[in-house]
């Protein structure tokens, strides 16, 4: 058997070794078009913020380690120009010397990944404007750095690519701003949970042009003005586009192979394409969404090395499935930790769910133990069945440990109430008692029990302020002059039972508090004494967090930019 | 309504707390024979070691603040002496001025907790002579070490207390040594994975005495001998007893409850126990395993406090259910952290499951991203099922992340095979693309599949070397050289195709390497060519750490203990 296997990252080079492994005798030969194989596509911004330091860290593996340990004959530099479905032949092209050849396969691996989405705009081929994907793309990044030390950088795209990079450019002293039409950083996260990222990167002198419609570049004084649409243009010493990634598929649709959603391949859950004997994984595949059913793009690292390792399985004659991807994933934010799974709000609204919510702000760990964090936690759930639908997180430690804990419950098909009886492991460095996932749980059971009932932000301004329903604040005298939503009035919880005659019963009373636990307890004593009652899911402390950006973004000079 | 509540810690506390937010009419008495409520007891340790600072932060609540928020009358100092159920009657005793009363009660919640093990052994009652479990005892601790500067400590026993104590008092500077008969430290562990533990400790100059009996107690020299059989004794300035603790049971004892394993209390899954309108929760009561579903004992806050809240909603007309506890548990071990959750091998051998493992010494993550740290961790299963039994991890950073994710796939009745397929959050400072819990699930279904057969640990003893067997390490050279077994020949991973013809295919031939993931390699590149191969789990630095330690244990003089 020969295996042919276009691309030689992720999903491609873990597929050639799970091969290998299974079928000793099997011919495999490698075509990447860089000049690295197997290497760490997700450390790349960190090789230009200097948190990485050795060139060779970058590259996992190296042509001669890899066929040494697995007799596979990576060949770099090598384009695939074309697939001959009837012929079972691909075209390869040698990119050092053009020589061009034929190569036959039993069995072919497409696994080309995805290309940083390239604007259509004037000026976008100037030199000092880049890119990141590959590892030459790192340094030549690295390298007009180093030469040239530019002090500023714009960076158009907001997403892993863009936040990654912006901190590692702060992090070399640079002044770095991110511009781009969405009003949210982070499109995986609903509005709401982004601020919070957008609080922590401007924290860290990041500025956030959000809103704001890149027309085009052009040179001036030494660098590039970016051009906006109805805006001065803003200026910097170079520019990186990290708008986004589209799935690499000429060659696949040259070939006449069915394609999806932004031209992906279409793929079964054995990883076959349409034509027999073609196989595809990683960036460049459309996939099931794991949680809403719908065909999805996620291109992530952890699906693509999952789906190669499937790929070559089923061509060494086993029946591995791919169950779906759910979109779990993490990002370094500064000192921050923000991570997601599943679907947020927005995209299960628009998937067509009715979903509710719950926002909490629980510790990293016990309270009483040094160096505890507060993270803020939202939950999304289906309403009518409770199943577990998604979950985003900010903060600092323990983030990724809680995500990873609910992304296992949703892979499990729990239900969000089910999340209370999770036993998980506590001692005072790790946890609380009551861990933040529990916490959850208890919270959504409460819903269930109707023993909870929820206001939320988007109810903030649409209360009426006529005197119809009481608007009521439980936190302390000090933490309500402080600062309060307007029309808000205060009695602190625990004087609420002695002065219950300040309320009027025949009034619904909407309570907030700083992080939600207080007026939880406040409306249980309300509800006790016979008044209908709702909880602010999140508590001032969201409500506030949440205001203060967007109000920042819509007011586009507090946000400091610079204008050229 | 009214409800008495014994016991005003983590399960009473925290039931207290929900009945009053379930019920804002009921009337609420909790007697807690300690002067402290809802305190945190597993923080205590951390109060000696000074890691806690302030008394204050111990108790999480007064009784002043407990009432102002939830209308509880908290009596600290009261102790409930005996239980009357055919009136509804408790007599408490004031232990501040000695009075006696009856109370009475619709409904009772026995939250009594478990008291420390107290060996029937002579010396027992030496004022030097210490143990932890109360606020109390901890002040009492403290006061001594403050009065006196006691420059040595023997802990009788190694678990929780035992281990967190010894950190403590080490990090005070004083000279520790922890006695016990078992020959290993936190029996949640199997005994090879505790051997990291032993390691860990002794690399922090905890000095183990394991597999010695301890006879008794003497004052000599203004210290402590403690008595071992057999044995000269070991002497201290002070001496902690940790050696367990044990049901406090004697109320329900006497009132006629139903008893269970170590005079525990029984309770069902709405937390009732034999009699009516009594419940129970927390350390003195009887819990299903959740794995085994053997009756079992787990004194673990996260049990106890959910228990506590599912009593308070059976009071109060809801119908919750307990779902057993699978003793999930994490602990700092200096800079190290172990944990587990399920069952462990050998309790899994003791209930009569027919079990395999898997060991694997994954990154806490990506290896190019710096800051990584090796686990290891040891994943137990049914074999005829694949059903995920349990996880024992001991390593640094990720260790607490990895067990929750397999403790929500045990409570999920996933099988081993299918952790491959969950779909965790990626970055390079948090994880690896391939996450340690989907590298446990490649390695089971590797099993299931018939493309990995292993041996394991105690098979190393036993394999014959009479050449009958081919027992090959297939690491460097130089690795090879640095320490191996005995018996093995080497020959490199990527030297091994070239030198299949120094094998002889008709013996089967046992794999090892440092990690498990080359003998892997290995044993697939000589499966495929027509031998017969197993592959050792864990790899030489498993084998080492665990025999290097064992070593340590039978040769009392290499564990530098200090003799009387």
């Known amino acids: 058997?020969?295996?042919?296997?276009?691309?030689?990252?992720?999903?491609?080079?873990?597929?050639?070794?799970?091969?290998?492994?299974?079928?000793?005798?099997?011919?495999?030969?490698?075509?990447?078009?860089?000049?690295?194989?197997?290497?760490?596509?997700?450390?790349?911004?960190?090789?230009?913020?200097?948190?990485?330091?050795?060139?060779?860290?970058?590259?996992?593996?190296?042509?001669?380690?890899?066929?040494?340990?697995?007799?596979?004959?990576?060949?770099?530099?090598?384009?695939?120009?074309?697939?001959?479905?009837?012929?079972?032949?691909?075209?390869?092209?040698?990119?050092?010397?053009?020589?061009?050849?034929?190569?036959?396969?039993?069995?072919?691996?497409?696994?080309?990944?995805?290309?940083?989405?390239?604007?259509?705009?004037?000026?976008?081929?100037?030199?000092?404007?880049?890119?990141?994907?590959?590892?030459?793309?790192?340094?030549?990044?690295?390298?007009?750095?180093?030469?040239?030390?530019?002090?500023?950088?714009?960076?158009?795209?907001?997403?892993?690519?863009?936040?990654?990079?912006?901190?590692?450019?702060?992090?070399?002293?640079?002044?770095?701003?991110?511009?781009?039409?969405?009003?949210?950083?982070?499109?995986?996260?609903?509005?709401?949970?982004?601020?919070?990222?957008?609080?922590?990167?401007?924290?860290?002198g990041v500025k956030l042009a959000l809103g704001h419609t890149v027309e085009g570049f052009e040179e001036r004084d030494g660098g590039v003005d970016v051009l906006l649409k109805d805006e001065q243009p803003l200026h910097a010493d170079m520019v990186i586009l990290a708008i986004g990634v589209s799935p690499e598929t000429t060659l696949a649709k040259d070939a006449g192979l069915e394609l999806g959603i932004k031209g992906s391949i279409v793929v079964n859950d054995r990883m076959e394409t349409s034509i027999s004997d073609i196989y595809a994984v990683g960036d460049a595949v459309q996939v099931k969404h794991f949680v809403t059913g719908q065909d999805a793009l996620i291109s992530l690292a952890g699906p693509a090395n999952k789906q190669g390792r499937i790929a070559a399985d089923n061509i060494c004659g086993g029946d591995s499935h791919y169950t779906g991807s759910q979109g779990s994933s993490v990002i370094k934010v500064f000192d921050m930790t923000a991570a997601t799974t599943g679907v947020n709000e927005t995209n299960a609204r628009k998937a067509g769910l009715d979903v509710d919510t719950v926002i909490l702000s629980p510790m990293s760990h016990a309270g009483y133990y040094p160096g505890g964090k507060v993270m803020t936690m939202k939950v999304v759930f289906e309403k009518a069945t409770y199943r577990l639908l998604g979950a985003q997180i900010v903060g600092y430690e323990g983030v990724d440990k809680r995500i990873d804990v609910l992304a296992t419950a949703i892979r499990a098909g729990m239900k969000a109430t089910e999340l209370k009886d999770l036993d998980l492991a506590y001692a005072p460095p790790y946890s609380s008692a009551k861990d933040p996932v529990n916490m959850a749980g208890f919270m959504v059971e409460n819903i269930a029990n109707g023993v909870l009932k929820q206001w939320h932000l988007e109810d903030a301004d649409r209360l009426p302020r006529d005197g119809s329903v009481t608007l009521l604040d439980t936190r302390t005298v000090e933490e309500f002059a402080h600062g309060h939503i307007d029309g808000f009035f205060n009695i602190p919880v625990d004087e609420l039972r002695e002065r219950l005659g300040e309320l009027d019963k025949r009034k619904p009373v909407y309570v907030i508090c700083q992080s939600g636990l207080r007026s939880y307890i406040a409306c249980r004593i309300l509800a006790g004494n016979g008044f209908d009652c709702y909880n602010f899911s999140g508590g001032f402390r969201f409500y506030d967090a949440v205001t203060n950006d967007r109000c920042l973004i819509e007011s586009a000079t507090a946000c400091g930019m610079d204008r050229a």
Chains 1, 2 share one sequence.
């Open 1 to 204: 058997m020969k295996v042919v296997i276009v691309g030689g990252v992720a999903g491609g080079a873990t597929a050639a070794a799970r091969i290998r492994r299974l079928n000793e005798q099997a011919e495999i030969v490698v075509f990447e078009r860089s000049g690295y194989i197997s290497y760490a596509n997700c450390g790349l911004p960190y090789y230009i913020g200097d948190v990485i330091t050795d060139r060779s860290d970058l590259t996992l593996q190296t042509p001669e380690s890899f066929f040494s340990r697995f007799h596979v004959n990576m060949k770099v530099r090598h384009e695939v120009t074309a697939i001959h479905p009837e012929k079972k032949e691909v075209t390869v092209k040698n990119l050092e010397t053009g020589e061009e050849f034929e190569e036959s396969y039993d069995k072919l691996i497409l696994s080309p990944g995805a290309k940083p989405t390239q604007p259509r705009l004037p000026g976008v081929g100037l030199d000092k404007l880049f890119t990141l994907r590959t590892v030459e793309d790192t340094f030549c990044i690295k390298d007009y750095i180093n030469a040239n030390h530019p002090k500023s950088a714009v960076l158009a795209g907001g997403g892993f690519i863009g936040l990654e990079l912006a901190e590692n450019l702060r992090e070399l002293g640079m002044d770095v701003t991110i511009v781009q039409r969405p009003k949210q950083l982070m499109n995986p996260f609903d509005a709401d949970m982004a601020s919070f990222i957008h609080n922590e990167m401007r924290k860290h």
